[in-house]
């Protein structure tokens, strides 16, 4: 039986991402393509570049700079997560993000505006060296 419960064991902490892990660290650039539906403007798409400047343990700030035909738009955001990163969320002065780091550098966020022009957003982001 112990032959069958410790590898079992192994795996499990094997595979949990914070195993071996100190710390998470989201501090950097992250960009990606963004998919975007929203009441009166439609469908859109486009470069979605997340700037994390500062951290300080489970909390952190940042810029959310976004492509859009009109031009770009930056708006600064404010974010915190569990333990281990297994919940990340975020808000702007409009709405608020969900954050999933899928591992050290990949992230993907979807964020929402409730109201009379609501919008969901969801983007899959790669750090950048």
């Known amino acids: 039986m112990k032959v069958l419960v410790y590898p079992a064991i192994l795996a499990v902490l094997a595979s949990t991402p914070v195993f071996g892990a100190d710390t998470v660290s989201l501090v950097g650039t992250w960009t990606g393509q963004r998919d975007r539906i929203a009441k009166t403007e439609g469908r859109r798409g486009g470069l979605a570049t997340l700037t994390?400047?500062?951290?300080?343990g489970n909390t952190f700030t940042g810029r959310l700079k976004r492509s859009n035909p009109t031009g770009d738009e930056e708006e600064p955001l404010w974010g915190a997560f569990t333990p281990g990163?297994?919940?990340?969320?975020?808000?702007d002065d409009e709405g608020i993000y969900m954050f999933n780091l899928i591992d050290q550098n990949t992230l993907d966020?979807?964020?929402s505006e409730a109201g009379a022009s609501p919008?969901?957003?969801c983007a899959r982001l790669t750090r950048q060296p």
Do not use: P
């Open 52 to 56: 994390i400047t500062e951290q300080q």
């Open 119 to 121: 919008r969901t957003v």
């Open 85 to 91: 990163a297994k919940l990340m969320m975020g808000s």
């Open 109 to 111: 966020y979807c964020y």
